[in-house]
């Protein structure tokens, strides 16, 4: 009976060390998957941009006119993200108009803050800009923004997407 027994023993030890290294080899993909989904949602805070109101034409006598844009930062990930800074680069100068009429001088760098932008969550600021009508709408299609934000995970690490990925091509690029 012995024998019997052994063979029992050889036979439960060699499927608890398969058990074991399918286990382990889970695992290990499990944290690779999780490592990987994790960079996804990090990569994946984005800013877009959009006028709710364009305008028809020229507003004043220097040709400008006053436009509303609304940007919006987007947290797709499942805990917050702190210490959001978006800094959008216009390629026209542009000036803010303030609530109260004042306005800003000319500029082609806005920058927009907010302390947390929590899991799954965006934060909308609608300002209004004016600009040269005439070269505004081919302007606007080359803005860009940069999103930089510290995570919970890496406190020390500030990580920083530009939007769009890809620049669009304009008429005379694609030829």
């Not at 109101?53 to 919006?72: H, M, Y």
């Not at 303030?98 to 929590?118: Q, S």
């Not at 934000?149 to 500030?158: A, I, K, W």
């Amino acid at each position: 009976m012995t024998g019997l027994a052994d063979i029992a023993s050889i036979v439960t030890s060699g499927a608890t060390c398969a058990a074991l290294v399918f286990a382990g080899l889970e695992l290990r993909q499990s944290r690779a998957r999780d490592r990987r989904n994790r960079q996804v949602e990090i990569e994946g805070v984005a800013v877009s941009w959009s006028p709710p109101e364009v305008p028809r034409g020229p507003q004043d006598p220097e040709g400008r006119s006053r436009w509303i844009l609304e940007f919006t930062a987007y947290n797709p990930g499942q805990l917050p993200v702190s210490d959001v800074r978006v800094e959008v680069r216009f390629a026209l100068d542009v000036e803010r108009v303030h609530y109260d009429r004042h306005v800003d001088p000319p500029t082609r760098t806005m920058v927009l803050e907010t302390p947390v932008l929590a899991g799954g969550k965006e934060r909308t600021w609608r300002r209004t800009l004016r600009m040269n009508y005439a070269a505004s709408h081919a302007a606007l299609r080359e803005t860009t923004a940069v999103v930089s934000f510290v995570d919970l995970e890496d406190p020390r690490t500030r990580h920083q997407n530009i939007w769009p990925k890809h620049q669009p091509q304009t008429d005379d690029q694609g030829q």
